[in-house]
C-alpha cells in the first residue's frame, strides 16, 4: 500500500495521542482510585456501586437510631435504677422502724425521710433526656409519666426501630412496668409505708415488706428487660456493621480501583506512550531524512 | 525527414511538455497539507512520427480521485457525525445527573436514612429539621436533573442552529463548485474542495451525495429532501416551534418553500442531536418526571395516613405533584411542613407524639416496589433511569469508535489512492527536470546546427 508523509505523520500523532490518553486514563483511575466513576464506565457496576452507597446511608442511619436508643435505654436503666436504690433505702427504713424500739416521735421523723425518698424516686421516674422526651413515658414522652402523687399518667406503648431489611427491636421501656399492670405499685407501696410510719403502725410496716421486695423484684425485672433489650441492640449493631463492611466491600469491588492493578496498568500505560514517541521521533527522523 | 525547424518544434514541444509536469508537481508539493487535496498526475502523449518524427505533448493533468471511495467516506463520517454529537451529549448529561454529592439516588437515600433516624427520637427538633432538609434536598436533586435535562435540550438547539447554518454554506459551496465546473477550463481542485463540501455536509445532516451523469453533485438529506441540486442550494433553517416544545423545528428552505425536515434527519451531527434531544434526552426526563411522581405521591399517602407531633393527621410531605410530566421539576417540601418540622407525620394515626409507627411506615417505603411501573424500590429506579443515560453514551462512545476506525481506514485508502507523497514528487521533479535539460541540450544542438547551416550558406 501506497504511504505519503502526510498520513505516515498522521498515524503517528493519532498513534501518539492514543497512548497519551491511555495513560491519562491510567493515571486518573489511580489518583481519584476510581475504576468506574460514571455509568458509561461500566452500567452494572456502576449500579452495584450506587446501591451498594445507598445501603450503606440507610444503615449508618439505622447505627445512628440505634445508638441513640441504646442511650436511652441506657437512661431508662438509670431511672429504674434510681427507684430500685429508693426501694432498697425504703426497705431498710421499713425494717428498722418496725422493731419495736422505736417509738412514734422517731417513725414520724421516718415517714419524712421515706416522703423525701418518694419524691426522689418519682423524679428518677420523670427523667428525661436532652430533647425533652421523658423516658419511662411510653409514646406519650412530652409530659412527665408520674404526677406528683405517684401515679402513671403515661402510657404502656413502645417504641420499635429498624435495625435490619425486615427487621425491627424494641427501644424504649414504659414507666408502666413500675405500676400494678406489672405487678405492684412501686410509688403506691412507698406511700404505704410512709404512711405506716406516719401512722406508728409497727404492724403494717412489717407486712409492707412483702410489698416492698416485690416492688424491687419488679424494679430488676424491669432492669433486666432493659438489660435484654441493650443487648439485643448491640447484636443487632454488630450485625449491621458486618453489614455495612459487606456493602463497603462491594462497592469497593464494583467501582475502586485495586491500587497494584492500578499501578501496572499506569506502568503499561507509560511504557507504551513512551514506545509511540520513540516511533514517532524515529519516523520524523526518517521523513526529514 | 523533418528539416532543423522542425526539430526545433518538437525540442520547444518537449521543453513545454517537461514543464507542464514540473509545474504539477510543484503544485501537488505546494498542496501537501491542504484538506481534502487529491494529487494531480501530468499525462504525456507521443505525438505521431507520420509523416515526420514525432514529439511529446501534455494533453492534460488527471486528478487520483475516486467517487466510489467518496461515497464511502460520506457515509461514515455521517455515522461518526452522528455517533460523535449523540455520545457528547449523553456524556454531558451523564455528568449532570451524577455529580459528586447530592444526586438523586443520594437523596432518596439520604431521606430515607434521615427518616429511620428520627423513627429513634421523635421528640428530637434536630431529627425532624433533618429530615424536612433531606426531603428539600432530594425536591432540589430532582428539580436539578429534571434542569440538567431540559438545559441539554436546549443546547441541542443551540448546536442545531450553528449546524443549519454550516449545512448551508456548505450547500451553497457545493452548487457553486457545481456551476464553476460546468464552465470552460474548469480547476480540477474544484472538485476536491465539492468532495471536501459534501463530506462535511455528510458529517452535518448525514445527506448523501452523487455525482449525476452530466458530472454535477446532487445532495439529498435521508429523507429524500434535495439540498443541493445543481446549480441550485437550499437553505436549512432553525425556528422554535410550539409543536415541537418551544425546540427548533429544522426546515429545508428553497426559494419561498419550506420542508420539515426535523423528524427525517437520520445521521450527521443534527441526526445525533436530534436523537439525543427528541429521543434520550426525553426519555430521560420522562423517567425521572415518573420517578419523582411516584415518590411523592407515595411518600405523601403515608405521610398523610400517619400523625405529626400536634397529633393531626392529612399533611403531605411534598407539594403533591399534579400531573406526571413536569414532576421533578417541581418537586418541593410542602411550605406547611416546611415552615414547622414538627408536622413531619412520625407517629401513627391517634398514637401519641413519642410513638414512631408513621415513621416506620415511610422507611418502610424504601423497600416496596414502588416505582418503574410496581416493578422496582425508588432507589433502584433511579438507578436505572440515570444508569440508562450512561448506558446510551456507553453504546453511542461505542459506535464513534467504530466510526473512527473506518474514517481512519478509509484516510489510508485515500492516502494509498490520492495522497501527495513528496518523496514521489520530488522524485518526478527530477525527472521532468532532467528531462527538462535534455529537451533544453537538444534545442541548443539543433540550433547549433542551424548557425553552422547559416554560416556554410
Known amino acids: 500500500m501506497r504511504v505519503t508523509e502526510t498520513r505516515m505523520i498522521d498515524m503517528v500523532t493519532g498513534g501518539v495521542s492514543r497512548a497519551r490518553e491511555q495513560a491519562a486514563d491510567a493515571g486518573q483511575k489511580l489518583q481519584t482510585g476510581l475504576k468506574v466513576a460514571r455509568p458509561s464506565d461500566d452500567a452494572s457496576a456502576w449500579a452495584e456501586g450506587q446501591r451498594a452507597a445507598a445501603r450503606q446511608v440507610v444503615s449508618q442511619n439505622r447505627g445512628s437510631s440505634i445508638a441513640r436508643a441504646r442511650d436511652r435505654l441506657n437512661e431508662v436503666d438509670g431511672a429504674l435504677g434510681g427507684v430500685g436504690s429508693v426501694l432498697a433505702q425504703v426497705t431498710e427504713l421499713a425494717v428498722q422502724f418496725g422493731n419495736d424500739t422505736y417509738n412514734a416521735t422517731d417513725r414520724a421523723e421516718g415517714a419524712k425521710v421515706v416522703l423525701a425518698l418518694r419524691d426522689a424516686a418519682l423524679a428518677s421516674a420523670n427523667a428525661s433526656t436532652g430533647d425533652g422526651e421523658y423516658v419511662l413515658a411510653g409514646t406519650k414522652g412530652g409530659a412527665p409519666p408520674f404526677d406528683a402523687g405517684g401515679n402513671y399518667v403515661g402510657d404502656a406503648g413502645a417504641r420499635n426501630i429498624e435495625v435490619g431489611d425486615g427487621k425491627n427491636l424494641v427501644s424504649t421501656m414504659p414507666g408502666s412496668a413500675l405500676t400494678a399492670a406489672a405487678g405492684v405499685d412501686v410509688f403506691g407501696v412507698i406511700a404505704k409505708v410512709a404512711a405506716a410510719l406516719d401512722a406508728n403502725d409497727p404492724a403494717a410496716l412489717r407486712a409492707s415488706l412483702t410489698d416492698l421486695r416485690a416492688a424491687t423484684a419488679q424494679v430488676a425485672d424491669a432492669r433486666a428487660e432493659v438489660g435484654g433489650r441493650m443487648k439485643a441492640l448491640d447484636s443487632a449493631d454488630e450485625i449491621r456493621q458486618n453489614f455495612e463492611e459487606g456493602l463497603a466491600s462491594t462497592k469497593a469491588r464494583a467501582t475502586e480501583t485495586d491500587p497494584i492493578a492500578g499501578a501496572s496498568e499506569l506502568a503499561r500505560a507509560s511504557s507504551a506512550l513512551d514506545a509511540s514517541r520513540t516511533v514517532a521521533q524515529q519516523i520524523i527522523s526518517i521523513l526529514r531524512g | 525527414?523533418?528539416?532543423?525547424?522542425?526539430?526545433?518544434?518538437?525540442?520547444?514541444?518537449?521543453?513545454?511538455?517537461?514543464?507542464?509536469?514540473?509545474?504539477?508537481?510543484?503544485?501537488?508539493?505546494?498542496?501537501?497539507?491542504?484538506?481534502?487535496?487529491?494529487?494531480?498526475?501530468?499525462?504525456?502523449?507521443?505525438?505521431?512520427?507520420?509523416?515526420?518524427?514525432?514529439?511529446?505533448?501534455?494533453?492534460?493533468?488527471?486528478?487520483?480521485?475516486?467517487?466510489?471511495?467518496?461515497?464511502?467516506?460520506?457515509?461514515?463520517?455521517?455515522?461518526?457525525?452522528?455517533?460523535?454529537?449523540?455520545?457528547?451529549?449523553?456524556?454531558?448529561?451523564?455528568?449532570?445527573?451524577?455529580?459528586?454529592?447530592?444526586?438523586?439516588?443520594?437523596?432518596?437515600?439520604?431521606?430515607?436514612?434521615?427518616?429511620?433516624?428520627?423513627?429513634?427520637?421523635?421528640?428530637?427538633a434536630s431529627l425532624r429539621q433533618g429530615v424536612v432538609n433531606a426531603a428539600t434536598q432530594a425536591g432540589m436533586s430532582f428539580a436539578a436533573a429534571a434542569a440538567a435535562i431540559a438545559r441539554a435540550r436546549s443546547d441541542a438547539d443551540a448546536r442545531l442552529t450553528d449546524q443549519t447554518k454550516q449545512a448551508s454554506n456548505l450547500a451553497a459551496q457545493i452548487a457553486a463548485a457545481n456551476r464553476a465546473l460546468a464552465g470552460p477550463n474548469p480547476d480540477p481542485t474544484l472538485l476536491d474542495q465539492r468532495d471536501l463540501a459534501a463530506r462535511k455536509l455528510s458529517a452535518i445532516t448525514g445527506g448523501q451525495a452523487r455525482v449525476d451523469t452530466d458530472g454535477k453533485m446532487r445532495f439529498v438529506l435521508s429523507g429524500g429532501t434535495v439540498l443541493v441540486d445543481g446549480d441550485r442550494a437550499a437553505a436549512l433553517t432553525a425556528t422554535n416551534d410550539a409543536a415541537y416544545g418551544n425546540h427548533v423545528r429544522i426546515d429545508v428552505v428553497d426559494g419561498g418553500h419550506a420542508v420539515d425536515v426535523t423528524r427525517t434527519l437520520g445521521g450527521g451531527g443534527m441526526g445525533g442531536d436530534l436523537a439525543f434531544r427528541d429521543g434520550?434526552?426525553?426519555?430521560?426526563?420522562?423517567?425521572?418526571?415518573?420517578?419523582?411522581?411516584?415518590?411523592?405521591?407515595?411518600?405523601?399517602?403515608?405521610?398523610?395516613?400517619?400523625?405529626?407531633?400536634?397529633?393531626?393527621?392529612?399533611?403531605?410531605?411534598?407539594?403533591?405533584?399534579?400531573?406526571?410530566?413536569?414532576?421533578?421539576?417541581?418537586?418541593?417540601?410542602?411550605?406547611?411542613?416546611?415552615?414547622?418540622?414538627?408536622?413531619?407525620?412520625?407517629?401513627?394515626?391517634?398514637?401519641?407524639?413519642?410513638?414512631?409507627?408513621?415513621?416506620?411506615?415511610?422507611?418502610?417505603?424504601?423497600?416496596?416496589?414502588?416505582?418503574?411501573?410496581?416493578?422496582?424500590?425508588?432507589?433502584?429506579?433511579?438507578?436505572?433511569?440515570?444508569?440508562?443515560?450512561?448506558?446510551?453514551?456507553?453504546?453511542?462512545?461505542?459506535?464513534?469508535?467504530?466510526?473512527?476506525?473506518?474514517?481512519?481506514?478509509?484516510?489510508?485508502?485515500?492516502?494509498?489512492?490520492?495522497?501527495?507523497?513528496?518523496?514521489?514528487?520530488?522524485?518526478?521533479?527530477?525527472?521532468?527536470?532532467?528531462?527538462?535539460?535534455?529537451?533544453?541540450?537538444?534545442?541548443?544542438?539543433?540550433?547549433?546546427?542551424?548557425?553552422?547551416?547559416?554560416?556554410?550558406?
Open chain 2, 1 to 124: 525527414m523533418p528539416g532543423l525547424l522542425g526539430l526545433l518544434d518538437l525540442g520547444a514541444g518537449a521543453l513545454a511538455a517537461q514543464n507542464a509536469g514540473i509545474a504539477v508537481s510543484g503544485r501537488n508539493t505546494a498542496n501537501v497539507n491542504t484538506e481534502g487535496y487529491a494529487r494531480e498526475s501530468v499525462t504525456l502523449n507521443s505525438e505521431l512520427a507520420a509523416p515526420t518524427i514525432g514529439g511529446v505533448t501534455a494533453s492534460g493533468v488527471s486528478r487520483s480521485g475516486s467517487e466510489l471511495l467518496a461515497a464511502r467516506e460520506r457515509l461514515v463520517d455521517s455515522d461518526r457525525g452522528q455517533s460523535g454529537s449523540l455520545s457528547a451529549a449523553l456524556l454531558s448529561l451523564e455528568s449532570d445527573l451524577t455529580p459528586s454529592q447530592g444526586s438523586v439516588v443520594d437523596a432518596i437515600a439520604a431521606l430515607f436514612g434521615g427518616i429511620l433516624d428520627l423513627a429513634s427520637a421523635p421528640f428530637d
Open chain 2, 280 to 457: 434520550q434526552a426525553v426519555q430521560a426526563a420522562q423517567s425521572l418526571d415518573q420517578l419523582a411522581y411516584d415518590f411523592a405521591t407515595q411518600v405523601n399517602a403515608v405521610h398523610r395516613a400517619n400523625a405529626g407531633q400536634d397529633g393531626q393527621t392529612g399533611r403531605s410531605l411534598f407539594v403533591p405533584p399534579a400531573q406526571v410530566a413536569g414532576a421533578a421539576a417541581a418537586m418541593a417540601v410542602d411550605p406547611t411542613v416546611a415552615a414547622d418540622p414538627r408536622k413531619v407525620a412520625v407517629a401513627g394515626p391517634g398514637a401519641a407524639a413519642g410513638d414512631n409507627a408513621g415513621a416506620l411506615a415511610l422507611a418502610a417505603l424504601k423497600d416496596k416496589n414502588l416505582a418503574g411501573g410496581g416493578t422496582r424500590s425508588f432507589i433502584d429506579e433511579a438507578i436505572r433511569s440515570i444508569g440508562a443515560v450512561g448506558s446510551a453514551a456507553a453504546t453511542a462512545k461505542s459506535n464513534l469508535a467504530v466510526a473512527v476506525a473506518r474514517t481512519d481506514t478509509l484516510a489510508s485508502v485515500r492516502d494509498s489512492l490520492s495522497g501527495v507523497s513528496q518523496d514521489e514528487e520530488m522524485a518526478k521533479l527530477a525527472q521532468f527536470q532532467h528531462a527538462h535539460e535534455a529537451a533544453a541540450k537538444f534545442v541548443g544542438v539543433v540550433n547549433d546546427l542551424l548557425d553552422n547551416l547559416m554560416t556554410t550558406l
